[in-house]
């Protein structure tokens, strides 16, 4: 939180964030989560969100890009893939098989 608050003092227009919510506690996930919530609604600057937890990225974006070993392999509305959850399933390499 402290690497994101000071970045926001130089105003940019573009924040990137790398895994944000990696190794922090539930409950800091939470706050975090609602930080940049906040950071989305006002739409002052772009953000570009790396973030491995499906649904955070899912939820906290309008729109989304998948890779896999550096190639895009989805590019779309967020909204979209969080509605197929077949299509999710696919490009994230979820499987509901048990060997």
Same mark, same amino acid.
């Given at each position: 939180?402290? /690497?994101? $608050? *000071? &970045?926001? %003092?130089?105003?940019?227009? %573009?924040?990137?964030?790398?895994?944000?919510?990696? +190794?922090? $506690?539930?409950?800091? %996930?939470? =706050?975090?989560?609602? $930080?940049?919530?906040?950071?989305? /609604?006002? *739409?002052?600057? =772009?953000?570009?969100? %790396?973030e491995q937890v499906v649904d955070v990225a899912l939820y906290? /974006?309008? *729109?989304? &890009?998948?890779?896999?070993r550096g190639t895009i392999i989805h590019l779309g509305l967020s909204d979209d893939l969080r509605d197929? +959850? *077949?299509?999710?399933?696919?490009?994230? +390499?979820? /499987?509901?098989?048990?060997?």
């Amino acid at each position: 939180m402290l /690497s994101i $608050a *000071r &970045a926001l %003092v130089s105003n940019p227009s %573009v924040l990137i964030m790398d895994e944000p919510t990696e +190794g922090l $506690a539930p409950i800091i %996930v939470e =706050a975090m989560i609602e $930080a940049i919530e906040k950071l989305t /609604s006002q *739409r002052e600057m =772009a953000i570009l969100l %790396v973030e491995q937890v499906v649904d955070v990225a899912l939820y906290l /974006s309008h *729109r989304c &890009a998948i890779m896999d070993r550096g190639t895009i392999i989805h590019l779309g509305l967020s909204d979209d893939l969080r509605d197929d +959850g *077949r299509l999710l399933q696919n490009l994230m +390499g979820f /499987s509901d098989e048990i060997d």
